[in-house]
């Protein structure tokens, strides 16, 4: 889509801007006024409310206000942890003469994407449809009923107030403009999904073959070297090694497990990984993992749980064990919430300086270890002159093998001198001034942490996981779902904002998960009445994909549908697998009926573009080879589930019970002669009862074969 010329017009007199003395004058936000956002519960928003800009949160007082005056709006859109938006507010919103032109000319609207990811992908959408850059912080112009003209991300101080003044002078002098260019963009905006990307395939006749298309499609992307794809920065993208470990499953493709296991080596040894705190940040700057943006946001880190906990039973690999393992004693100490949920994020920035809680220098290090300072700054990377910005990030450039073959130490010696090294730089950190905690509760990104918490449980057998995943289900359950609607967001004890798909999405994956390690029916029965809500509240029937937001929801200028998988998966993918697996426990034909008839949509798209849809790859995996229904009857029906999970099947449900279920593929099924049995069976049809994981993985070869 081509740019509207106003938009050209204003983008041409932003360049090259020169700031008056006053516009660029510093003065801190102590002694400003409190404004409207002092009342709102978001931490984002909370940043603001001493801004000297008149910021709104959005909502009606806002919006018809703009209507009123006719004026042009501004909607500035970010999250708790993300440094560019900290460094905009320091040098434009905290800045009086700047917040004097936005408060005379503008309707300004502060809103935190994490709270209303609906506004947040509508001008998003909007800024990428104009040819620029999306990111946050996202500002976005808006006419007066809501239509965008124009936009951008960060904007230097100088050129964000010759901007503001070129938009005004534009919104008089070529209004008519404007609101024609606005009025095209909101019409392509509003065109939908299927149309707009030719999702019309209807091919249900899955083939294996479309798997390798779809591993030849992320393959020319690699980094042979240092994992991830070769481009920098670099996201760690869980759903695409999900994906290829999938994949290697069904083909034992080595060069698809070799580019997993370097990625995933490269990331846990990577300055991303924080090594002695344990967490990942949310991306990496450069092609080598070293330097992250130091935020760390719970969606990542339930989902690399997850994946890093799989390939733990792929590999065997004892660092994959080692990152989860820190990962929960993380998430533990600084992101669980005394009522079971867990916190949205941590901010990269303390003190007003990006990564300064998490770097060191090589002097800090010898005063506090020592004499084992040699040996624990060259297992971390720690120098004179610094690896970062003359700092250190701590991170390892070899294996374990390779450290120990080098310092010719024993191995158990090695463990002792770093456990004990990394509690005492623990230790010293944390009497460091913390980053900001963004302390509300997501349902969605609980989700995916509770699927994470599962997939370490399933990897690792520790019962800790277990509990902490419980008591996180008991939370969202309790707090977050009234009526079988769930709610977004959780602060100050209450619950709030009706959840987007993405929210039901990965909280029915997280319970029909919880189902499947504990075989407690609650779980499952909750996942499906979520679902049913879903179906009744956000499904398309004409083109059998589901909306984004719930048809009782505020109405934007566009009703999105979410297809494309990013660092999270897309909802629409994540809802299908639901559809999927749900159909094959209760035996729903509607369920996998669905299902089938969204992932043949995308299916040539998914080859075609398998690193922006991974996650429908997934999918496509599970109807083109065949998924083992696996019912297990007798008192040890959970410990035979947790020894079957020692070893990786993806494409499987597990259902069980001590005595009988009502589940329809378990009626019929007992323990005979009083002994745990397991029923192996495919599309309803079984093989003979076992009472031994050995046994049955013998009928589950033969199948595979």
Known sequence: MKRPFILLTIAFYVAGCNPTESQMSEKNTHGHQANRLIESTSPYLLQHAYNPVDWYPWGNEALEKAKKEDKPIIVSIGYSACHWCHVMERESFENDSIATVMNDNFICIKVDREERPDVDQVYMDAVQAMGLNGGWPLNVFLTPDQKPFYGGTYFPPQQWVKLLENVTKAFTDKRSEIEKSAGDLTNALATSEVIKYQLTGTDTDFQATSLSKMFQSLRKKFDPEYGGFNRAPKFPMPGIWLFLMHYYHYTQDAEALEQLTITLDQIAMGGIFDQIGGGWARYSTDAEWLAPHFE???????????????????????LYKEVVYKTVQWLEREMLDASGGFYAALDADSEGEEGK???????????????????????????????????????????????IKKHKIDNDLLEAKLESAERTLLDARSDRVRPGMDDKILSGWNGLMLKGLIDAHRAFNDEKF????????????????????????????????????????????????????????KWLSKALSLTEYVLDHFYDKTEGLFFFTDDSAERLIARKKEVF???????????????????????????KSKASKMVSKMAELTEAETANLSNWGILYGYFATPTAEISIVGPDAQRVQQEFSKKYLPNKVMMGALKESDLPLMKGKYAINGETTIYVCYNKTCKLPVTSVEEAYKQLKKVRK
């Open 357 to 403: 809680f998490y770097v060191w220098n090589e002097q800090e290090v010898d005063q506090l270890l020592g004499e084992a300072s040699p040996i624990v700054k060259d297992y971390y990377d720690i120098s004179s002159e610094g690896n970062w910005e003359d700092k250190n990030i701590l991170r390892r450039t070899m294996s374990d093998e390779k450290f």
């Open 466 to 521: 277990l509990l902490l995943a419980k008591d996180n289900a008991d939370f969202i359950l309790e707090n977050m779902v009234r009526d079988d609607q769930l709610y977004r967001s959780y602060k100050n004890g209450e619950a709030s904002i009706p959840a987007y798909l993405e929210d039901y999405a990965f909280v029915i994956n997280g319970l029909t998960a919880l189902y499947q390690v504990t075989f407690e029916e």
């Open 296 to 318: 760390k946001m719970l969606y990542d880190n339930g989902q690399l749980m997850s994946l890093y906990s799989e390939a733990y039973t792929v590999t065997g690999k004892k």
């Open 565 to 591: 998988d990013n660092v999270i998966p897309a909802s629409n993918s994540q809802m299908a697998i639901n559809l999927y697996q749900l159909g094959v426990i209760y035996d729903i034909e509607e369920f």
